[in-house]
């Protein structure tokens, strides 16, 4: 009897694990799905934007740049080019003052690989890995970090947050 009441405890538990096991991979798969339905029609929305803005940069185009902010945005930036971190942080209207009437070096940043990652339609990671170009000559690389948000049905950057890698075959 005894034996009997043990070998009908494992076959419930194990009956209510491979169900609750079930339950969870269905609702995992469930909520992937979602995200990557939601995700697949606007990855190329935010990668435009990160272009649009990546271009505009790079072309010191003010207004553009502004165009895609989202007000009280910020930007960052840290360099490892001469081996020690290098900080920068500010919001993007007083960065785009600092800029306003100087002649500033234009580049290209062509990105080599994003990384897309959309929430609920509204809400997006991006991460943009580039080289900088300053006159066709290749400077430094880039690891591009985006916070975006879907504004009047419009992706508008909230963060750009840039690192600046020297030159090798690592990165």
């Known amino acids: ?26 609702a995992q798969e469930e909520a992937s799905f979602k995200t990557a ?5 606007e990855d190329s929305a935010v990668k435009a934007a990160v ?6 940069f ?8 502004k165009n895609i902010l989202l007000p009280n945005s910020n930007i960052a930036s840290i360099s490892m080019l001469n081996g020690e971190p290098e900080i ?8 785009l003052l600092q800029r306003e009437g100087k002649q500033n070096k234009k580049f290209q940043e062509p990105v080599r690989q ?8 509204v ?13 066709g000559i290749a400077s430094h690389h880039t690891n591009d970090f985006f916070i975006l ?11 750009g947050t840039f690192s600046t890698l020297p030159l090798t075959t690592d990165n």
């Open 1 to 26: 009897m005894l034996m009997s009441k043990f070998r009908i405890t494992m076959i419930i538990i194990f009956s209510l694990a491979t169900f609750f096991t079930d339950i969870s991979v269905f």
């Open 37 to 41: 339905e939601t995700s697949n029609g």
């Open 51 to 56: 272009e649009q803005f990546l271009v505009a």
């Open 58 to 65: 790079g072309n010191d185009e003010q207004e553009k740049m």
């Open 88 to 95: 920068f942080t500010m919001t993007t209207e007083m960065y």
């Open 114 to 121: 994003y990384t897309v990652n959309v929430s609920q339609g």
């Open 123 to 135: 809400l997006a990671f991006v991460r943009a890995d580039a080289t900088v170009y300053y006159d």
């Open 149 to 159: 948000m879907k504004d009047k049905g419009v992706w508008k950057i909230l963060s």
